[in-house]
């Protein structure tokens, strides 16, 4: 593989998982359980989504030949997607899509932080402009899950149910291919097998600060890097795309 292939795959994998996981705290509009969170919501589907547009950019400008961020965002189909598992999975209750942030804003802020280095200048920029809004995605999601495990007993159970349903995802966050191998070698991206102990190192702490506990990984779920994915994002890409479907050229 070329690098130059390699950093447009890299670009949609990065590019799908933001686009993906707005798309599905989108769906909490109107319905958060106050005013407040209602809007902290939104407006981190809109920092995602945001970024989601800023790599399916790059990635546009990488293949040339007229494609635009649109069509690359809602004219692929599921087997084209690129993004972890974790983030198609739906919502669950409110305990369950914080859970689901926290576990993703934890790898993400340690993927743009070691791409914020990167050879490479255009991701070095992305990256850093997403790092201050990942920040702050990670700090509200760990600051609902902390008040989870140390509220009620309800709450705690259900924050401890939504771990245990979502850690066999986790594995896939740092699954590696081809695209890996190639960018690894040039210095562009990162070696996720390393990130991962800083992951869980860091989900550990927070996990013990809401006295839940990490759960044992009996069944890894894995294939996002690859096309591979769950029964639930065919159903989401067809909400998600039906507009610019309908409406060819429909723009952003």
């Given amino acids: 593989m070329k690098t130059k292939e390699a950093i447009y795959a890299y670009c949609l994998r990065i590019a799908d998982n933001n686009m993906v996981l707005a798309q599905r705290l989108a769906e909490w509009c109107s319905r958060g359980p106050i005013l407040e969170e209602d809007l902290a919501l939104t407006n981190i589907s809109l920092d995602l989504l945001g970024q989601a547009e800023n790599f399916y950019g790059y990635a546009a ?4 030949n007229g494609v635009q961020a649109d069509d690359l965002a809602f004219l692929r189909t599921e087997r084209e997607y690129y993004n972890n598992l974790l983030v198609e999975q739906p919502n669950g209750d409110f305990a369950f899509t914080m859970m689901k942030q926290l576990l993703y804003a934890a790898f993400a802020k340690l993927l743009y932080e070691g791409l914020s280095t990167s050879n490479d200048a255009s991701f070095q920029s992305l990256a850093t402009k997403g790092l201050k809004e990942i920040k702050y995605h990670l700090r509200h999601s760990a600051d609902w ?11 705690a159970s259900r924050a401890q149910f939504a771990l245990n349903e979502l850690w066999p995802y986790t594995d896939d966050l740092f699954e590696m291919n081809a695209v890996d191998a190639e960018l690894i070698g040039a210095g562009i991206s990162l ?32 294939g996002g890097c690859n096309g591979i994915h769950s029964e639930h994002l065919g159903h989401l890409l067809c909400e998600m795309q039906y507009l610019q479907r309908v409406h060819p050229g429909a723009s952003w």
Avoid: C, Y
């Fill in 145 to 155: 899950i902390v008040r989870f495990g140390n509220g009620t007993e309800e709450s």
């Fill in 61 to 64: 400008a990488i293949k040339g």
């Fill in 191 to 222: 070696n996720l097998m390393d990130m991962q102990a800083h992951w869980k190192q860091l989900i550990t702490e927070i996990v013990a600060d809401a006295n839940l506990h990490i759960p044992e990984t009996v069944n890894s779920i894995k």
